[in-house]
């Protein structure tokens, strides 16, 4: 199968139904998108009630790379109506699911440290141009933290009629919602993987649909950060031999 950026991934056909095999690759270390079979696995247990993820039916390991088997999940990359995103996240961060996955980042100063974090892992002269462009609005962390996806880009949400599924489920964490928000409506992943950016009536249109005022509001304060972090990733995946990514680079860099 194709689309997935990072993985090896197969669709098998048969049985009772169509199954998803995916070998992990462990060659490159994705500073922002942590690349775990375990935390995949592990989620898709605990969320299967929800009927929102693949069921997981097998996992394990073969030669230095782990791997998951699943259900295949019906649909297409989600391309329009961001209110179904919207709504599927915020359930996701409703839940009351006990759950172990690494914490994310929480407030400014974690966003600071992860940022240049990213930055210092690039080599070209325009890293020393991003790291003057750090915003520097103090943001406390939050105390209400949640289970997050961690990658919610359009490729990840499989749109059918029975439904959105959310797949990739490599990177999770214990977290600030504001952190899903930001990836999804990152004007770069949605460049890579929708083909543009959203407008600015589909933004509205899915912060509305969130409904969680306290977050959205905290969101907007972050999103100089989250811009400003992606950007640096832009700049080592750009670095890494994705030139895709060079209009992302400039797309986050517009954003804020």
Same mark, same amino acid.
């Given at each position: 199968?194709y689309?997935?950026?990072?993985?090896?991934?197969?669709?098998?056909?048969g049985?009772?139904?169509?199954?998803?095999l995916?070998?992990?690759?462990?060659?490159?270390?994705n500073p922002l998108?942590r690349?775990?079979?375990?935390?995949?696995a592990?989620?898709?247990?605990a969320?299967?009630?929800?009927?929102?993820?693949?069921?997981?039916?097998?996992?394990?390991?073969?030669?230095?790379?782990s791997?998951?088997?699943?259900?295949?999940?019906?649909?297409s990359p989600?391309?329009?109506?961001?209110?179904?995103?919207?709504?599927?996240?915020?359930?996701l961060?409703t839940?009351?699911?006990?759950i172990s996955?690494p914490?994310?980042?929480?407030?400014?100063a974690d966003l600071?440290?992860?940022?240049?974090e990213?930055l210092?892992?690039c080599?070209?002269?325009?890293?020393h141009?991003?790291?003057?462009l750090r915003?520097?609005?103090?943001?406390?962390?939050?105390?209400?933290t949640?289970?997050?996806? !961690?990658?919610p880009?359009?490729?990840?949400?499989?749109?059918a009629?029975s439904?959105?599924?959310?797949?990739?489920?490599q990177?999770?964490?214990?977290g600030?919602?504001?952190e899903?928000?930001a990836l999804?409506?990152?004007p770069?992943?949605?460049?890579?993987?929708? !083909?543009?950016?959203l407008t600015?009536?589909?933004?509205?249109q899915?912060l509305?649909?969130?409904g969680?005022p306290?977050?959205i509001?905290?969101?907007q304060t972050?999103r100089p950060?989250?811009?400003?972090r992606?950007?640096?990733y832009?700049?080592?995946?750009?670095?890494?031999?994705?030139?895709?990514y060079?209009?992302?680079?400039?797309?986050?860099l517009d954003?804020?």
């Open positions: 199968m689309g997935g950026r990072t993985n090896q991934v197969w669709k098998i056909l049985g009772d139904s169509d199954k998803v995916k070998l992990y690759r462990a060659s490159l270390r998108f690349n775990d079979a375990a935390l995949e592990r989620c898709l247990q969320l299967e009630i929800t009927g929102f993820v693949p069921r997981l039916r097998a996992t394990g390991r073969h030669h230095n790379g791997w998951v088997f699943y259900d295949h999940a019906p649909g989600w391309r329009q109506e961001p209110e179904g995103v919207a709504t599927l996240l915020r359930k961060h839940l009351a699911v006990p996955v914490n994310g980042c929480n407030g400014s600071a440290l992860h940022g240049q990213i210092d892992s080599t070209s002269e325009t890293r141009r991003l790291a003057k915003p520097t609005e103090l943001v406390h962390p939050t105390k209400h949640c289970l997050i996806h !961690g990658d880009v359009a490729g990840n949400i499989l749109v009629e439904g959105m599924t959310l797949i990739d489920w990177c999770p964490a214990i600030d919602p504001c899903d928000l999804f409506l990152s770069a992943m949605q460049r890579l993987y929708r !083909g543009s950016p600015q009536s589909e933004e509205n899915f509305s649909a969130y969680q306290e977050i509001d905290r969101y972050l950060w989250f811009c400003w992606m950007a640096a832009c700049l080592w995946r750009i670095e890494n031999g994705a030139s895709d060079a209009e992302g680079l400039q797309l986050e954003a804020f």
